[in-house]
């Protein structure tokens, strides 16, 4: 059986991290929130929409290379030839939560190395290279990380230190010495 997909609307950065760790197409992980949420919401084709069926399938098709394809898992329960259809509603949850998951790699992988002793843009074009994105979001991409650092910042919510771990045990065994 060929492999049926659908088509999400994601930023570009999005889609470049999406396919360098789940492969072009998409192959959500197995059990993972993203497949639930993908399983879930596969579904027959609409009736109300039957005419209009071919219509639909081929504006998936126009739109293919701007948007993130999704490989449908072929289940028992749901063969994707006949539930290849998912919601407008149920693929903007799938590409949040995607995106989500994107914000969440960023800012763990990130936030944890500001304390280095090179720039934040460098920090950013090495984990751009890393995670298959092209340089050209790099200001995008700090500007996301910017935005939310200073979210959490408004709220009083420290994040991290601007301390690098041999500072952290400098003076650990200062205040040892000194009792």
């Known amino acids: 059986m060929s492999q049926i997909n659908t088509y999400l609307h994601v930023p570009p950065y999005v889609k470049e991290w999406a396919e360098k760790h789940f492969g072009a197409p998409v192959r959500l992980p197995y059990n993972t ?104 979001h790099e200001e995008t991409i700090r500007q996301r990380f910017y935005r939310l650092r200073k979210k959490y910042a408004q709220k009083e919510v420290v994040l991290h230190h601007n301390r690098t771990e041999h500072e952290v045990n400098s003076e650990q065994v200062s205040k040892m010495l000194k009792t």
């Open 33 to 136: 929130v993203e497949d639930k949420m993908l399983r879930r919401f596969m579904d027959k084709w609409p009736d109300h929409d039957a005419a209009s069926d071919d219509n639909t399938r081929k504006e998936d098709i126009k739109s293919e290379v701007d948007n993130l394809a999704i490989a449908l898992p072929s289940t028992k329960a749901k063969d994707p030839r006949t539930y290849s259809y998912l919601g407008h509603e149920a693929k903007n949850s799938l590409a949040e939560s995607l995106e989500t998951l994107f914000l969440h790699n960023m800012w763990s992988d990130l936030c944890e190395l500001q304390g280095c002793n090179c720039s934040l843009s460098s920090l950013i074009r090495a984990w751009l290279e890393k995670h298959g994105i092209d340089f050209e």
